[in-house]
DNA sequence: GCATAAGCGGAGGCAGCCTCCGTATATTTA
DNA sequence: TAAATATACGGAGGCTGCCTCCGCTTATGC
């Protein structure tokens, strides 16, 4: 790839997370093509869809969390497990307006990005599976169970890190005496 | 309000019901007015945005749902509330595509939907303290609590009633043993 | 039946999507 | 270093959907 063009390339990347995390995945690619200083020919030869791009843009969040991931420590599985998924909703919560074609990533096997969901998956499977070892948590919960409750709390307050953190821990606690 | 303009005005409402459903909030608005028989003008006439159409199908769902509350029977609270927050959860998905615009009205205190929402949080609110009363749920559960994890259950799997309920039930009987 | 208030509908201006292709520039080669 | 060429750029233009405006139509009250 020539210089020029991995550098438009760079810069269309990062002014779509920002359009996108602002505006939500309708923002005008018209738009993103001009902050970027390029034409929109330029960005939707990189990016012949809309979709690519989004793709793009979660690809690279991807690895932020995969590396979120390498770095935890495993004291305590319980509370191993709940770090991670508290990381995952901050992680998500970055990901501001792109919430729901993550969730679309990690529920549909047909996504170009589940793969790299696979990665996340298999640091939760192993820590739900340590912590069940333990018996820190119920015998019949499941990995899936996990990153779609994380989801759905994410989601349901995009915006508000504290309320997240709470529902979380009434999942993890109960709510029934 | 005219005959002829109360018929077109029920007919829009029940064809961007379906395609709101069909295609999401972005559905083609002039594809609605062609499906309900009338043209653009009518159908901008009636809403003047398609914020306003959207709101207009909520308020229909709404109305659903309260019946639904006044038709709760209350032996056990404990039950009785499982039973809200699940009745809440069918309606929610059968609102599909409107889910993310029903989270909206519920947090949003501006939302001109949110003085219909107040009808039903008070039926969770009443719920939730016979509940508390009789101590079958932990006392620092709120009402929007429950808004909110049901909201982010409906739309994490919002096409799967089954892991929605199991989901609900892992909230409420909590995950850490 | 007629007058008129109320309602209808689609033409048209505008914005954003995406394609296409003439122009420009990085890279290779001599 | 300069020519040759592969690669990339960018915006004009066709298209679709949004929304407004206003001349035409029709229900309703007298």
Known sequence: MRADARRNYERLLTEAGAAFGEKGTEA?????AKAAGVGVG???RHFPTRQDLILAVLRDRF???AATARDLTFDDPGRAL???LLAQLHHITATRGLT?????AVNN???PLHGQCEALFSVSADLLAKAKETGAVRPDLTQPDLATIVHGIAWSCESDPVRQERLLDLFLEGVLV
């Open 82 to 84: 709940r770090a991670w």
């Open 109 to 111: 096997p047909e996504s």
């Open 100 to 104: 729901a074609e993550l969730a679309v």
């Open 28 to 32: 005008s690619l018209e738009d993103i």
């Open 42 to 44: 330029t960005l939707y």
């Open 63 to 65: 690895e932020a969390m």
